[in-house]
């Protein structure tokens, strides 16, 4: 069954099994997208916000209409959800970088580790500096090897503009590496 | 462009463990819908039995207070008494039971 008639038929016969087959269907599109804009250095795990967004969406699914398809509207509902649950947890939570407990760990002298932590550090905020679309799309597409077409799709957008969104989010990284002295990206 | 591994934001994403779904996320989505179902009921349940109670209660009233003004014709009196009493609250019950998980506003499909 389609999606959009499955909706139907849910909010006809309110039957489990009919939206555990939507659940089904578009879990892991909706955990990437979550996760990319989530990023590797959130605090929290993608896996309780992409169940939050199950959730919201099955309260709001009497409000879905038909006009756009059903994966549409839930991949909007999923990116709204999310960037909502950043903001809250950035007033909420102190940052507490994953590498510096990584570091702990390593093997090298206190000097190499600062310096690779230090390294890294200045990555990652270069990266969470890039305005929220570039770097969903970064995260999507080289950390999660999303392919143009699927974030066309989950962030609903024609390919060119993701094309367009990835080679302005590189110039930009470029462009800061350069201005932080870090070398080789491109 | 640079050889990957020259690349220090390639090297960090690739560095970075891939999230994974867990095999019954869809079994713990279904938990959690089945909790909201019943709480949303529950909740529904106590709110439709409040209106219920309040309508009866100023139905009687209104409807004393009309018999009182004086005497009504007695088929007058039987509309009255079935309507105010029987079949609006019944339509209520029915409206607000047979509409579990209505649309609650937010995103427009």
Not at chain 1, 88 to 108: C, F, V
Not at chain 2, 72 to 87: C, H
Request: net charge positive.
């Amino acid at each position: 069954m389609e999606d959009e008639p499955a909706v139907a038929e849910y909010l006809r016969s309110r039957d489990p099994e009919v939206f555990r087959t939507l659940v089904e269907r578009h879990q892991s599109r909706v955990f990437r997208l979550v996760a990319g804009l989530l990023g590797p250095f959130a605090d929290r795990d993608g896996q309780e916000v992409t169940q939050e967004v199950f959730l919201r969406a099955h309260q709001r699914l009497g409000s879905f209409r038909g006009e756009a398809r059903f994966s549409s509207w839930l991949y909007r509902l999923a990116y709204n959800y999310t960037l909502q649950h950043k903001r809250r947890a950035r007033l909420r939570l102190p940052h507490l970088p994953i590498d510096a407990l990584e570091t702990l760990s390593s093997g090298d002298g206190p000097h190499e580790a600062a310096a690779e932590r230090e390294r890294r550090q200045t990555v990652e905020r270069l990266l969470e500096g890039l305005p929220e679309l570039y770097r969903t799309v970064v995260y999507l597409h080289y950390w999660l090897d999303a392919t143009v077409e699927e974030m066309a799709e989950l962030l609903a957008v024609p390919s060119g503009t993701v094309k367009s969104y990835l080679s302005r989010a590189r110039a930009r990284l470029r462009a800061q590496a350069c201005a932080s002295g870090i070398e080789g990206v491109d | 462009m640079a050889p990957e591994t020259e690349d220090p934001i390639r090297r960090l994403l690739a560095g970075r463990p891939r999230p994974q779904l867990p095999q019954d996320f869809a079994d713990a989505v279904m938990r959690r819908v089945r909790q909201q179902e019943g709480a949303y009921q529950r909740q529904h349940r106590v709110g439709a039995r409040l209106v219920l109670v309040a309508y009866w209660l100023a139905a009687v009233g209104a409807s004393a207070w009309i018999l009182g003004q004086g005497p009504l014709p007695e088929w007058m009196t039987a509309i009255l008494w079935v309507l105010a009493l029987l079949l609006v609250p019944a339509g209520f019950a029915f409206a607000l039971w047979s509409r579990p998980g209505a649309a609650v506003t937010g995103e427009r499909g």
